[in-house]
């Protein structure tokens, strides 16, 4: 025997637009998971170790992420996040995520003008898990605020 194992039948083939597809989605579902406060489905979105880092701080692990969305998009504040301009590096099971995401706050009965919006730039590490991708890190970058 050569000592050269052919691993191309018990290896997995994965399929790059695949990944590119699942990861565009997965990105995309950043916002509504926060506009509509579906912080318990945490695990869909992200890993359990997950790192998230922002302009206010740095948590780790997914409960952590969580109560810390629940704490910046309360149940009282109607929120609406648009997310454009998603690029992707695949790299085998990683990838990175670059995508930018406007969002703005208000307060139902409030007059229609947002209290405030937001525009932000994500870069995100997507890794790929037994369910899916997920992303095991997000960090925020405030562009502007208004």
């Known amino acids: 025997m050569s000592g050269i194992r052919d691993t191309s039948a018990t ?12 990861l565009t989605e997965l990105t995309n579902r950043l916002g509504p ?3 509509d406060k579906a912080f318990d ?11 998230g880092e922002f302009p206010g701080g740095t948590v780790e692990g997914a409960a952590a992420l969580a109560a810390q ?15 454009a301009n998603v690029v992707i590096a ?3 099971d990683e990838a990175t995520v670059r995508a930018n995401q406007t969002a703005t706050f208000n307060v ?6 947002p209290a405030f919006a937001v525009g932000e730039r994500y870069d995100l590490r997507a890794v790929r898990t037994p ?16």
């Open 11 to 22: 290896a997995p083939a994965h399929d790059p637009l695949a990944d590119r597809l699942e």
């Open 33 to 35: 998971w926060l506009d």
């Open 41 to 51: 489905e945490i695990a869909s979105l992200y890993t359990a170790d997950v790192v």
């Open 69 to 83: 969305a629940r704490r910046t998009h309360p149940a009282d504040v109607v929120t609406h996040h648009l997310t």
């Open 90 to 92: 695949l790299d085998g």
């Open 108 to 113: 139902p009965g409030a007059p229609l003008e």
């Open 131 to 146: 369910d899916g991708w997920r992303f095991a890190r997000v960090r925020v970058h405030q562009a502007w605020r208004s």
